[in-house]
């Protein structure tokens, strides 16, 4: 049995990205960007206006102004600003020559064509040519996630064609003669097949294909086809149930009849130890526990991240530090365990949580919170990481 943390290495040793692809800008929400992104032009352009006033020369801000033009915004001004002279100006506009100065319209008073200033200006309002960014300047890095506001930057630089890395094709299969789907009643000894749609829910939040695959039979041989099909469509092949010790936890045996090679079959963690991952050449392969709250936890812990390398982003996820709200204490510290927290008054405090089967533990957390090997409790106070999910 192997650390959460040796297992960790072991799924990620030696990941390569997978191919790439061009989409279009407004396609490529969440995907992974393959190339740094530079920018064509300056931002801004030209001096501009930060603001609706008025453009002037900083040395006559004492004296009446007369209105000598207006500037709307897409408009190229006219006129040369000389002395005692201001051109009505809007917010993005560019400045006129001769002024290096923009009067917010709150402080100024108007009586016809001329303008009082009655304050001046703490600063220029105006943003200056190619002060955000020079041609050739990179605005975004490879390996980000995309989102909204770097569609804006894709936007802005007339990058429209997008480098992305493939989506992983993930085959989801549950295992388990007492599964049934979930539009079906389950009868006696029945339940209804929660994980796999689990896993295809966060499959599709990392942004990767998922591919259900369906419930094998508790035997080896339609677990051996099904498990056969999986590994020839997808990069990633996820199983759940069947990787224990009963008499039909024969998952293992057939993932390598099917060709995988074993990396490691057991976790020092809670929930989630008979969790079993596997190589196939370029395909990776993990038998995860039947217990929703087990198969959820192992996804978010070794699954996502080898979801991510692929798509060629080094995954790091959201964890904070912070204080526990109560006394937390375990019996048994053999293993590390993870338990799910919500968060409160800037405290955290464990959900009432029943063990691995509890499916209802997760839908009201705010994130999963860990103690260590050894460790038997956290006092009340005691900073503790809790990875959001």
Do not use: W
Not at 109 to 123: D, F, I, Y
Not at 190 to 211: D, H, P
């Amino acid at each position: 049995m192997i650390t959460i943390e040796q297992a960790y290495k072991i799924v990620l040793q030696d990941v390569k990205s997978l191919e790439t692809e061009k989409v279009s800008f407004t396609d490529s929400l969440g995907r992974i960007l393959a190339e740094d992104v530079k920018s064509d032009i300056e931002m801004p352009p030209f001096d501009k206006s930060a603001m609706d006033g008025y453009a002037c020369r900083k040395e006559d801000l004492g004296n009446p102004l007369e209105i000598i033009e207006v500037i709307p915004a897409g408009k190229t001004p006219e006129k040369i600003i000389g002395k005692n002279q201001c051109a009505n100006i809007m917010t993005g506009a560019p400045i006129p020559e001769g002024a290096d100065t923009v009067v917010q319209v709150e402080l100024t008073e108007v009586a016809g064509n001329s303008v009082k200033v009655l304050e001046a200006p703490k600063k220029s309002n105006i943003s200056y040519r190619a002060e955000d960014v020079e041609v050739g300047t990179k605005v975004l890095s490879k390996g980000i996630k995309i989102e909204a506001q770097h569609i804006a930057v894709f936007a802005a630089v007339g990058y429209t064609d997008v480098l992305v890395y493939r989506k992983p094709k993930i085959g989801i299969i549950s295992t388990g003669d007492e599964l049934v789907e979930p539009q079906n009643k389950p009868a006696l000894s029945q339940i209804r097949n929660s994980n796999g749609y689990q896993l295809i829910a966060q499959v599709k939040a990392c942004g990767a294909i998922a591919n259900y695959i369906g419930i094998a039979d508790d035997t080896p041989e339609d677990t051996f086809d099904k498990v056969s099909k999986a590994l020839n469509e997808n990069d990633i092949v996820l199983l759940t149930g069947g990787v224990s010790m009963g008499s039909f936890d024969f998952v293992p045996q057939v993932l390598e009849q099917a060709g995988v090679k074993i990396e490691f079959d057991a976790i020092a963690v809670k929930p989630g130890k008979p969790t079993t991952f596997g190589k196939a050449d370029d395909k990776y392969c993990f038998g995860l526990p039947g217990n929703p709250v087990s198969s959820f936890m192992q996804f978010d812990l070794l699954v996502k991240p080898l979801i991510y390398h692929l798509m060629g982003q080094e995954y790091e996820p959201l964890d904070i530090r912070m204080p526990m709200g109560v006394e937390y204490k375990r019996r048994n510290a053999d293993r590390r365990a993870y338990f799910p927290v919500i968060i409160r008054d800037g405290e955290i405090f464990p959900v009432d949580y029943h063990g691995s089967a509890h499916i209802h533990a997760l839908s009201s957390a705010h994130g999963i919170a860990s103690i260590e090997i050894g460790k038997g409790e956290i006092k009340k106070g005691e900073m503790i990481h809790v990875r959001q999910i």
